[in-house]
């Protein structure tokens, strides 16, 4: 676990991980949570997620930029809840 990052987003990371369309895998838990610490903290300053911000985000995370349309529904998904 990378310590940089808020134990909230490991959180987030492992609810994704039981409703991800592809599985993922334990080597990915690091990386998820970095997208997804990225992701929440532009949505909550108000700042405008484009495809290329999410595409940027995936590469610096490190995450398959195939998980990008997953994890945005997951969110939809988790928002509304």
Do not use: C, H
């Not at 808020?6 to 990386?31: G, N």
């Not at 970095?34 to 495809?51: A, G, H, K």
Request: zero cysteines; aromatic letters at 8%; a negative charge.
């Amino acid at each position: 676990m990378n310590t940089d990052i808020p134990l909230k987003y490991y959180d987030i990371a492992d609810e994704y991980s039981t409703e991800a369309a592809k599985p993922v895998q334990d080597s990915e838990r690091d990386a998820l949570a970095l997208y997804f610490q990225l992701l929440v903290t532009r949505l909550m300053n108000n700042e405008e997620i484009s495809e290329e911000a999410q595409q940027e985000m995936a590469v610096e995370a490190g995450i398959d930029a195939q998980r990008i349309d997953d994890i945005a529904e997951f969110l939809n998904r988790w928002g509304n809840e």
